[in-house]
Nanobody, 116 residues
Framework: QEQLVESGGGLVQIGGSLTLACVAS????????MGWYRQAPGKEREGVAT???????AYADSVQGRFTISRDNAKNTVYLRMSSLKPEDTAIYYC??????????WGQGIQVTVSS
């Protein structure tokens, strides 16, 4: 079964760090465009970070310099390292896999809450 499963979310203090993980099954993260998206209450889902199959990364302006996307091909896992977290980073974070010619995959989402 093809699926993405996120983990690592939770409550963190302002200025703290958190690392999300996305384990893929049924498809290889190294073969496809992988991305992290987020949706805050009352807002549309937005892209946070992406990584192409050949390792090129891109970030939203709001997280540039604070978030890092990476992957471990051996574990078929993509990570999102988040640091210097702000209250506006509070959202449900989703892992995404875009596959040429196939339906894209989404994880179930995981809550990240940044609070004082």
């Amino acid at each position: 079964q093809e699926q993405l499963v996120e983990s690592g979310g939770g409550l963190v203090q302002i200025g703290g760090s958190l690392t999300l993980a996305c384990v893929a099954s049924g498809s290889l993260v190294s073969d496809h465009m992988m991305g992290w998206y987020r949706q805050a209450p009352g807002k549309e889902r937005e892209g946070v970070a992406t990584m192409t199959h050949n390792g090129f990364t891109a970030y939203a302006d709001s997280v540039q310099g604070r978030f890092t996307i990476s992957r471990d091909n051996a574990k078929n896992t993509v990570y999102l390292r988040m640091s210097s977290l702000k209250p506006e980073d509070t959202a449900i974070y989703y892992c995404n896999m875009k596959r040429a010619g196939l339906q894209e995959l989404w994880g179930q989402g995981i809550q990240v809450t940044v609070s004082s």
